[in-house]
């Protein structure tokens, strides 16, 4: 059982490069979570998905857009990539919300901007 | 605007001792509360929780209590264990929402 896997696992992008980091789970989850861990800073949400065809800003959308076109695949893209968006990014994903909140993330992509 | 927040960026305990970590939430509208652990390289794993509902929740060696007057909440984690060291993060979810917000996380290091 794969569970929600992010690619690539680490990448180093020059400033003003576009690219997408992907993320897919196979649990038939309905919503699904892009957040940045910045060092001191916790977990920032930045853009969510409550199904197919469905998006959301979250707390720091700026610089990035999403897409949810099936219900397995929300990938993440920076289109003009700056320095400040080196960060971890975690895709996560759970079957409802139903505040529950018990969301099941991925391990994450170390992306560092030069 | 920090909503979550975890004043101590870092906490070492003795194994076997109790490890308290704290967090305080400044969102009345927050009604469901979450910890998660995290080690390093890895995602974020889920812990424990409470509704607004209550005060206490156990779980095993873990529990987490709700003082909804204070806008606090804590884990308390006894005995403490060596595998206990990793990141811990506080999360609150606000009413009719579909979202999670989190603290700045407080790293545990329980040393023999």
């Known amino acids: 059982n794969a569970g929600v896997t992010q690619t690539p696992k680490f990448r180093i992008l020059k400033i003003g490069q576009s690219m997408t980091l992907q993320c897919t789970q196979d649990m038939n989850h309905n919503y699904m979570y892009w957040y940045r861990q910045d060092p001191g800073m916790g977990l920032k949400l930045i853009y969510y998905s409550v199904g197919a065809g469905i998006t959301d800003k979250g707390e720091v959308p700026n610089g990035y857009n999403v897409s949810r076109s099936t219900t397995e695949d929300f990938p993440l893209r920076l289109e003009l990539a700056a320095p400040s968006q080196t960060s971890v990014y975690f895709c996560?994903?759970?079957?409802?919300?139903?505040?529950?909140?018990?969301?099941?993330f991925g391990e994450g992509s170390r992306l560092t901007v030069l | 605007d920090q909503q979550v927040k975890q004043n101590s960026p870092s906490l070492s305990v003795q194994e076997g001792r109790i490890s308290i970590l704290n967090c305080d939430y400044t969102n009345s509208m927050f009604d469901y509360f979450l910890w998660y652990k995290k080690y390093p390289a890895e995602g974020p794993t889920f812990l424990i929780s409470?509704?607004?509902?209550?005060d206490k929740n156990e779980d095993g060696r873990f529990t987490v209590f709700l003082n909804k007057s204070a806008k606090h909440l804590s884990l308390h984690i006894v005995p403490s264990q060596p595998g206990d060291s990793a990141v811990y993060f506080c999360a609150a979810s606000p009413s009719n929402t579909d979202k999670l917000i989190f603290g700045t996380g407080t790293r545990l290091q329980v040393f023999p």
């Open positions: 409470i509704s607004s509902i209550k």
């Open positions: 996560a994903s759970i079957p409802s919300f139903a505040n529950t909140g018990e969301l099941f």
